[in-house]
C-alpha cells in the first residue's frame, strides 16, 4: 500500500520559476534536465571524495594564454 499526493502546477508558474533563477541555477537546470544530471553528480561526488583531482586554472589554460 502506498501513498500518493497529487500536485497542481501551472505552466506559467514553472516559467516565472526558472525566469527568477540567476545564470549559474538555469544553467545546472539545463545540464540536469539534458539528461546530464547523472554524470555531473557522479563528477561531483569523485571530487569532493578525492578520487579525482581537478585541474588548476593554469593547468587548465597552459599553452594557450
Known sequence: MGIGIKVELRVEDIANS???LNKEDKETLLLLLSGK???IKKRLYEIK???V???SKEETFKGVL
Open 37 to 39: 544530471g547523472k554524470e
Open 18 to 20: 526558472i525566469k527568477k
Open 49 to 51: 571524495s578525492k578520487k
Open 53 to 55: 583531482k581537478t585541474l
